[in-house]
């Protein structure tokens, strides 16, 4: 496996560099930090008393590295998930916040254990999330990037203005449903039909 460290490289290779994008309410974003982070952890990077765009565009890659592995993997507690798991709920907390526990409570749930869907992982979803790994192995890191997968459809079918996240101009694949894709096993991959398929009522 992968450690924390090349994974969290890797989701800042996903993210990118400086955007500031009016369709996403993140704000101002690099290397996947947004301004609202920003100004909860303090980071002045400047000194001018205040945290703004400049600070986000002065974000050097190996903080926003730093960032993620402390707050978006160490205190959310996506160490204590079976390792297998960690790489797509790691990423996936970057992406979409509590969210991503929130989904992976769900699937837990949908497998027969009740445990609350409250976006935090304690000891309940943790004992859960172990046993269904133990039961369930890859079948369960597959089931959880297809999770994924559809709520970034969901997230299309309820805003028009985040589709293009989901699917190109030209109809294919965009990157947020790639980005679910490189932690499923290529057997569940849609096929560009089937995406087309999905995303055909966006118009």
Known sequence: M????????EIVDREGGYVNDPNDPGGATNYGVTIHTMRRLGLDLDGDGDVDEADVRALPRERAVEIFIEHYYHAPRIDQLPEPLQPTVFDMQVNAGSNAIRILQRLIRDMGPEIAIDGVIGPQTIAAATAAHDSAGQS????????RRNFYYRIGDRRP???RYATRRDGGKGGWILRAEAFISPEFHLT????RARVAAWG
């Open 2 to 9: 992968l450690s924390v460290r090349q994974i969290a490289s």
């Open 140 to 147: 369960m890191v597959d089931a959880y990037g297809i999770a």
């Open 161 to 163: 203005a985040s589709r």
């Open 192 to 195: 560009d039909a089937e995406h």
